[in-house]
């Protein structure tokens, strides 16, 4: 269970940290925030995907995700006496984004690259990424260390090199992570994978779930719902078929659920 998200220099979140219990319920009116955190929170998925970098694009580039208002908030921007308003930043700018979990935590800090004469000069580069054990960072539980196009593992008291030649547009998950090797990036890359995110069905005539599908064992249902009658028809055979059929009951009272 993730028990912490953090989030740094993205969009309207200049630096938040926040604790998680089993069920989270974020409100608040337009324009505080809430869909920024929870789009920090599909950016840190796509870090096992192999996507953060094409997530970034398709939001118009790191550079527009950037907090636009001043490094660090006064008293007085806070109490509202004084407008918070945007200033040219003097360091390098960082977007920083992570979680900690019961098992194992992660945090990823992504910059803008050095000009360059390439097409894709505006691709977001991956500068730090790191791995540590348990939800509490301290420099004893750090596992796995990347900084720039190198990846180390602890072993032991030393530190074990994995990669040296880390392309800035792959996250670590993407270059190692082994049973043998660096079990933890293996574990954790897998752990992410397993997120869902359903925000969003669609319920077109040309939607996936309308459409017929090719049905095995699904514990998880896609983003999506394309497996939707094999999801439901797995919570049957190996799930809780009576508290299925409740919370249908309760949704449309009288209906009855029938796959085929």
Same mark, same amino acid.
């Not at 398709?58 to 995700?65: F, I, M, N």
């Given at each position: 269970m993730l028990k912490t998200l953090a989030v740094a220099n993205y969009r309207s979140i200049n630096k938040l940290v926040v604790p998680l219990d089993r069920l989270n319920l974020i409100t608040g009116p337009n324009g505080s925030g809430k869909s920024n955190l929870y789009r920090a929170l599909r =950016? &840190?998925?796509?870090?096992?995907?192999?996507? %953060?970098?094409n997530a970034l694009a /398709?939001?118009?580039?790191?550079?527009?995700?950037f907090w636009a208002g001043p490094e660090s908030i006064?008293?007085?921007?806070?109490?509202?006496?004084?407008?918070?308003?945007?200033?040219?930043r003097q360091g390098a700018k960082r977007l920083r984004l992570g979680f900690a979990a019961e098992d194992f935590s992660y945090a990823i800090s992504l910059g803008l690259p050095e000009k360059t004469l390439s097409y894709f000069s505006l691709?977001?580069?991956?500068?730090?990424?790191?791995?540590?054990?348990?939800?509490?960072?301290?420099?004893?539980? =750090? &596992?796995?260390?990347?900084?720039?196009?190198? %990846?180390?593992?602890?072993?032991? /008291?030393?530190?074990?090199?994995?990669?040296?030649?880390?392309?800035?547009y792959h996250s670590l998950f993407d270059q190692v992570g082994s049973l043998r090797g660096s079990p933890e990036v293996l574990l954790l890359r897998e752990s992410i994978r397993g997120w869902r995110f359903y925000d969003h069905f669609r319920s077109d005539v040309?939607?996936?779930?309308?459409?017929?599908?090719?049905?095995t064992r699904?514990?998880?249902?896609?983003?999506?719902?394309?497996?939707?009658?094999?999801?439901?028809?797995?919570?049957r055979e190996i799930g809780d078929p009576e508290a299925l059929q409740r919370a249908i009951s309760d949704a449309f009272p009288g209906a009855r659920l029938n796959i085929e």
């Open positions: =950016l &840190l998925a796509e870090t096992a995907q192999g996507g %953060v970098i /398709r939001e118009g580039g790191l550079d527009s995700t006064s008293r007085r921007m806070l109490s509202g006496e004084v407008a918070v308003e945007p200033i040219v691709d977001p580069e991956i500068k730090k990424e790191c791995i540590w054990a348990g939800h509490v960072f301290r420099p004893a539980s =750090l &596992l796995v260390q990347r900084s720039g196009p190198m %990846v180390r593992a602890r072993d032991g /008291r030393a530190w074990d090199v994995l990669a040296q030649h880390t392309p800035n040309d939607a996936p779930v309308r459409q017929p599908q090719l049905g699904t514990p998880v249902l896609h983003h999506d719902g394309r497996d939707l009658a094999a999801a439901l028809q797995t919570i």
